[in-house]
């Protein structure tokens, strides 16, 4: 499975962005997928997961209510909707799929390349 990631951008607080990743393979549709990012000097984090069957979602704290993970099996394709951005937002944003028990860690056996977001205060 290869993953590409798209999306990011150079935003104001405030503003709104969707990311997207779009896998090559089916057997995508049955790994769980994953948002990690790693901000400037800083060691990479778990965003959002979902679970193969898009029923049980994941979220970190410092995005929850403001972040959603959907997929779209038929179009191989996940997504990181981000709403209420904020400066400390910014970061290299990179999708995941597979992994076993624990989404949130980055023990994924697909990674795509990153796409980088930028958030002005």
């Known amino acids: 499975v290869q993953l590409q990631a798209s999306g990011g951008g150079l935003v104001q607080a405030g503003d709104s962005l969707r990311l997207s990743c779009a896998a090559s393979?089916?057997?995508?549709?049955?790994?769980?997928v994953a948002w990690f990012r790693r901000a400037p000097g800083k060691e990479r984090e778990f965003v959002a997961a979902m679970r193969w069957g898009g029923g049980t979602t994941y979220y970190a704290d410092s995005v929850k209510g403001r972040f959603t993970i959907s997929r779209d099996n038929a179009k191989l394709t996940a997504y990181l909707q981000m709403n209420s951005l904020k400066p400390e937002d910014t970061a290299i944003y990179y999708c995941?799929?597979?992994?076993?028990?624990?989404?949130?860690?980055?023990?994924?056996?697909?990674w795509g390349q990153g796409t980088l977001v930028t958030v002005s205060s």
């Open positions: 393979g089916r057997a995508f549709n049955s790994y769980t």
């Open positions: 995941a799929a597979q992994t076993g028990s624990r989404p949130e860690l980055p023990m994924y056996g697909y």
